[in-house]
């Protein structure tokens, strides 16, 4: 079974510019979410989505937004980017509503904002 | 407030010492509580969840309701559990609660 994929796997862009990053979830999960992860805050929570409706939010400005397709795959778009956008960026899918609640992640988007 | 406490963000042992990672909780209702880890250049992943009280290559963790507690235990470090350890709350909504994470280190 496919795990979790994440396109691209880096990236650089200039302060100002856009971002979409990508994520296949694992076949059969309906809920993906999305984390921050930097050297200095660690795991930020971004938001998570299931059969294509944001259910939770993080704390993050709205240059963050993001959505789910009707086969579960999600995007993640940053506009007007800013130097410390610069993070890894990690999605995880799961099975929810089943008991199985384990989150399986990608290998993460290294996103540099020069 | 939900909240979950990792409150060391380096620990450094020796191989063949014991090793507790420590974990605080913060919640109203009953916590399903998971450690995660990512090994250097490797993707994070589950280590243990409370629910399967299992032991995964030598870790444990057990629930401490009285304590709000689910530290992470191993009696005797090997080099290769050098790794990020993160301690992850779920809550009802499903939505993962994460501490900031410990970055264990294990000295040959």
């Known amino acids: 079974k496919a795990g979790v994929t994440q396109t691209p796997r880096y990236l650089i862009k200039t302060r100002g510019q856009q971002v979409t990053l990508s994520c296949s979830p694992i076949?059969?999960?309906?809920?993906v979410s999305w984390y921050q992860q930097t050297p200095g805050q660690g795991l930020q929570f971004l938001f998570e989505?299931?059969?294509?409706?944001?259910?939770n939010k993080g704390n993050f400005p709205g240059r963050f937004s993001g959505r789910q397709f009707s086969n579960s795959r999600s995007e993640m778009n940053v506009s007007t980017l800013e130097l410390g956008d610069s993070a890894l960026y990690l999605c995880?899918?799961?099975?929810?509503?089943?008991?199985?609640?384990?989150?399986?992640f990608g290998q993460g988007t290294r996103l540099t904002v020069v | 407030a939900q909240r979950v406490t990792q409150p060391e963000k380096l620990l450094s042992v020796f191989k063949g010492a014991p090793v507790e990672l420590k974990c605080n909780y913060s919640y109203s209702g009953s916590p399903e509580l998971f450690w995660y880890v990512q090994y250097s250049r490797q993707r994070l992943q589950l280590l243990l969840r409370h629910i399967s009280r299992e032991s995964i290559k030598g870790f444990t963790a057990d629930l401490n309701k009285g304590e709000t507690s689910f530290h992470l235990k191993k009696p005797f470090a090997q080099e290769e559990d050098s790794a990020m350890y993160y301690c992850?709350?779920?809550?009802?909504?499903?939505?993962?609660?994460w501490g900031a994470g410990t970055k264990l280190i294990i000295k040959p």
């Open positions: 076949s059969g999960h309906r809920s």
């Open positions: 995880a899918s799961s099975l929810v509503g089943t008991g199985n609640t384990e989150a399986f």
């Open positions: 989505y299931f059969s294509e409706t944001q259910r």
């Open positions: 992850a709350l779920r809550d009802s909504n499903y939505q993962l609660i």
